[in-house]
């Protein structure tokens, strides 16, 4: 039996954007654990490349969007992260 998660590739961050998003944030594993609701040990695995459920990486993805990151596409130059312009 296969399981089916409704998320598309572009919800997803893999674990060079999240590396990246903590570092703009000044943010340890532990205080994005905290803001996500996550374990540490989920972020740790996120970022050693491990395959999360789609409902946990939209918690860290909420996590860094609701602190300001906005995630670049791939679109073939690789993907990335930056913060959002404040008004």
Partial sequence: MSEQHESSPCDEIGAVQC??????????????????????????????????????????????EAAGIEFIAENGGGPGVRLAKRH
């Fill in 19 to 64: 590396r990246m998003a903590r570092a703009a944030l000044g943010w340890g594993v532990r205080e994005l654990a905290e803001v996500a609701q996550v374990a540490t040990q989920t972020i740790t695995r996120l970022e050693q490349g491990d395959r999360l459920r789609p409902k946990t990486l939209q918690a860290i993805r909420a996590a860094f």
